[in-house]
């Protein structure tokens, strides 16, 4: 089992800059991807980024490359998402998730999600 725990959303203006932090407790070394997740209202929820545990390679949503940044600090066990040039449309709630190398190509683990508001 792997437990993740969110923080750092709040309330942002336009334009103003956030860093979430996802800390990962349990089954680290078995890792394989973390991700980050937004969802709003009743939409579906929407990919953000993406990091390799070991290898550190990233991937992001095209609404957010050149905003937000993706980072983990291994010896921390801890996953940040670094955002700026916050818009309005970026306001949702923030998940990360865990992808196990034993379990590869599904986020079993999810964060109880941290809220994010860009007010206008």
């Known amino acids: 089992q792997v437990q993740l725990v969110e923080s750092g959303g709040g309330l942002v203006q336009t334009g103003g800059s956030l860093r979430l932090s996802c800390a990962a407790s349990?089954?680290?070394?078995?890792?394989?991807?973390m991700a980050w997740f937004r969802q709003t209202g009743g939409k579906e929820r929407e990919f953000v980024a993406v990091?390799?545990?070991?290898?550190?390679?990233?991937d992001y949503a095209d609404s957010v490359k050149g905003r937000f940044t993706i980072s983990r600090d291994n010896t921390k066990n801890t996953m940040y998402l670094q955002m700026s040039s916050l818009e309005p449309e970026d306001t949702a709630v923030y998940y990360c998730?865990?992808?196990?190398?034993?379990?590869?190509?599904?986020?079993?683990?999810w964060g109880q999600g941290t809220q994010v508001t860009v007010s206008s």
């Open positions: 998730a865990a992808e196990d190398r034993i379990r590869p190509g599904t986020y079993g683990y």
């Open positions: 349990g089954r680290t070394f078995s890792l394989n991807r």
């Open positions: 990091i390799g545990w070991r290898t550190g390679s990233t």
